[in-house]
């Protein structure tokens, strides 16, 4: 497992339902199994899928909550990158 950075390429907040959409783009190495973002910018209500078997290469993730966080376009996020036999927690 290494950290790796994705940068958030969108952000919007929907004030009137109080939630938010964001994209993170990252750069996925080689032999990786398993992609995890790490979400405590975005708050506890945060979610994002994983990336399971990803190609090598560019890949973008989604992510989903309440609240209104305090991120903007171009803010660096944590990855974590599991190589393939590594098991998340």
Same mark, same amino acid.
């Given at each position: 497992?290494?950290?790796?950075?994705?940068?958030?390429?969108?952000?919007?907040? &929907?004030?009137? !339902? &109080?939630?938010?959409?964001?994209? $993170? +783009? !990252?750069? $996925?190495?080689? %032999?990786?199994?398993?992609?995890? @973002?790490?979400? /405590?910018? =975005?708050?506890?209500?945060?979610?994002? *899928? %994983?990336? !399971?078997e990803p190609e090598a290469g *560019?890949?973008?993730?989604?992510?989903?909550?309440?609240?209104?966080? %305090?991120?903007?376009?171009? &803010? /660096?996020?944590? $990855?974590?990158? =599991? +190589?393939?036999? +590594? @098991? *998340? +927690?």
């Amino acid at each position: 497992m290494f950290p790796t950075l994705g940068t958030v390429s969108q952000f919007a907040f &929907d004030q009137s !339902i &109080d939630r938010f959409s964001a994209k $993170v +783009e !990252i750069q $996925v190495p080689p %032999n990786i199994a398993h992609v995890q @973002l790490t979400l /405590e910018k =975005f708050g506890r209500s945060a979610h994002a *899928p %994983n990336l !399971i078997e990803p190609e090598a290469g *560019p890949a973008s993730l989604g992510v989903y909550g309440s609240g209104h966080p %305090n991120i903007k376009v171009g &803010d /660096e996020i944590r $990855v974590m990158c =599991f +190589e393939k036999g +590594e @098991l *998340p +927690e």
